[in-house]
Structures are given as structure tokens and as C-alpha cells.
């Protein structure tokens, strides 16, 4: 379970709340998934407002 008070991505960087949603994401053209690669994702603040990008790079996690 994610605890969004503890994930900089759910925090609003205007007013700093963390009552905040995905909105959307897109990976880099022609990027791929691997290990370092980058996913840009919107993000909006369901107290002001304010929609912002969150920039993720990606990281190979194997299970099994």
C-alpha cells in the first residue's frame, strides 16, 4: 500500500498537501522500459488545483 504523506510524488508542489491523484503518464518515444529508463506523469492536487509532472526513472526489480 502506498503512503502518500511519504511519497514526494503525492505531494503538491504549490500548496505542499498531500491530497493528490495520477493523473496520467507517458514514457519517452522510442525509450522503452529497461532499467534507467524515464516515464513522465501528471499529477494533480485535489486542494488547489494544481496539476504538475512528475519525472520517474525506472528501475528492474526482478521477482520470482
Do not use: Q
Not at 26 to 49: I, V
Amino acid at each position: 500500500m502506498i503512503n502518500i504523506t511519504e511519497n514526494k510524488a503525492y505531494e503538491c508542489p504549490k500548496c505542499h498537501g498531500h491530497n493528490c491523484e495520477f493523473v496520467d503518464a507517458e514514457d519517452e518515444p522510442d525509450e522503452g522500459y529497461f532499467d534507467g529508463a524515464h516515464l513522465k506523469a501528471t499529477f494533480a492536487c485535489l486542494d488547489c488545483h494544481c496539476k504538475y509532472d512528475v519525472n520517474f526513472e525506472l528501475k528492474v526489480v526482478y521477482r520470482g
